[in-house]
């Protein structure tokens, strides 16, 4: 399983608006792009399913830009991964048992379900909050 580069870009930009957020300014998107070297083309797609999800919002003017629309701590890596990869699910037989004809006597399903499960678990307990706590004296240009 690999994750997109919108979901990995998506929670990088999230954080970085946080950190940018507690110094109690917006976060500029010029500023994102260069610190997180990701184009500015690219951040405005990302920007838009994170604003989309309510996860930010922006304000216009001289001092305007974004700003996380709920706390860091109420944002896990479970929303940015479910909002960009859709569901987290290993195998298309879990959600769609017709895709497999041995679906209904398949030994290995409750296992997918499981491992899939306990990735939800971990993602959903991982909030912004926590990852900028855990890289506390690292630089915000190199978290992620």
Excluded at 115 to 128: E, G, P, Q
Aim: glycine share 6%; hydrophobic share 35%; charged share 25%.
């Amino acid at each position: 399983m690999k994750l997109s580069t919108k979901s990995r870009y998506g929670l990088r930009i999230l954080l970085q608006i946080a950190i940018d957020n507690k110094e109690g300014k917006a976060s500029q998107g010029k500023s994102i792009s260069k610190k997180q070297e990701i184009s500015e083309p690219y951040l405005e797609q990302i920007m838009i399913p994170l604003k989309n999800a309510g996860l930010v919002r922006t304000t216009r003017g001289c001092n305007g830009g974004y700003f996380l629309n709920k706390k860091a701590e109420d944002i896990t890596v479970l929303d940015v991964i479910e909002l960009f990869e859709g569901e987290l699910c290993l195998v298309d037989c879990v959600t769609a048992p017709k895709t497999c004809s041995r679906s209904k006597n398949c030994q290995m399903i409750n296992v997918w379900k499981k491992i899939a499960n306990s990735i939800r678990s971990t993602a959903s307990k991982i909030t912004l909050a926590s990852i900028l706590e855990d890289s506390k004296g690292i630089s915000a240009n190199y978290i992620i």
